[in-house]
């Protein structure tokens, strides 16, 4: 089995001033993305939980989802002490990414907790 | 103290979130068959449930942002991302690649 050598991997960057070629670790870069992945799955579960259990129907859930994700990106870029630049490559990551890619598992199990607790 | 994977890793504050969950929920069946029984419409669960629920809320975003771990810095001149090893698989280093284009900087820490 081939070793995992533990030397980053440079990925560059176009240059945007004279002379000035940015690079970034390509391995931390993707690892704070999957931080972020997985904060925002797990609030969107419980968040469809939270939505079945006080009885949302029709467009109230979807508002409750978006509050949720909006207090996430607050939360997330307080996790980055509120400065992109040393862990990300822009603000749009922390912010927007996956804010509609957790939406088909709250519509799961937001039906799944309101038949749950309301119907049976 | 071993490093788990993000996903593999559970924290009491989250379990406990969850269990508030539960128990909101629990509560909130038992709150709609009294409904059933006085022939009541449902309009929102009890007001302790509510607050139940909110606190299961702010305890899971607590664990959902400081489980799965540190951002890492993305710098390649910061200090804690300084290449310090060479890779051990050194026939197979390549060294005819883009890195010639950077500029030369000799300034050895």
Redesign the interface.
């Known amino acids: 089995m081939?070793?995992h050598?533990?030397?980053?991997v440079?990925r560059?960057k176009s240059s945007d001033s004279v002379?000035e070629?940015s690079?970034?670790?390509a391995e931390?870069?993707q690892?704070?993305a999957?931080?972020i992945s997985?904060?925002r799955t797990?609030?969107s579960i419980?968040?469809g939980?939270?939505a079945g259990?006080?009885?949302f129907t029709g467009l109230t859930g979807f508002i409750f989802y978006f509050l949720?994700m909006a207090?996430?990106s607050v939360?997330?870029a307080a996790?980055?002490g509120f400065s992109a630049h040393?862990?990300?490559?822009s603000w749009n990551q922390i912010l927007l990414d996956g804010f509609l890619g957790g939406l088909l598992s709250f519509v799961l199990f937001w039906t799944f907790?309101y038949d749950?607790?309301?119907i049976f | 103290m071993e490093k788990k994977e993000?996903?593999a890793r559970v924290s009491v504050v989250g379990v406990l979130?969850?269990l508030l969950?539960s128990h909101?929920?629990y509560s909130?069946?038992q709150y709609?068959s009294l409904l059933k029984i006085t022939d009541e419409q449902?309009s929102?669960?009890p007001i302790n449930?509510?607050m139940e629920?909110i606190a299961?809320?702010v305890l899971?975003?607590w664990?959902?942002?400081t489980v799965?771990?540190k951002?890492?810095?993305?710098?390649?001149h910061?200090d804690e991302?300084r290449?310090v090893?060479?890779?051990?698989?050194l026939d197979f280093m390549i060294f005819n690649h883009?890195?010639k284009?950077?500029?030369l900087s000799i300034d050895a820490k």
């Open positions: 081939a070793s050598d533990e030397s980053s440079s560059k002379d070629i690079t970034f670790n931390n870069m690892i704070n999957k931080i997985y904060s797990f609030m419980i968040g939980v939270i259990i006080l009885g949720v207090i996430m939360g997330l996790k980055a040393p862990y990300f490559d907790a749950m607790v309301h | 993000p996903w979130g969850v969950l909101a929920a909130t069946i709609r449902f929102g669960p449930v509510v629920l299961g809320l899971c975003m664990a959902a942002l799965p771990g951002f890492l810095s993305i710098l390649p910061s991302n290449v090893a060479l890779p051990t698989n883009r890195g284009a950077f500029p």
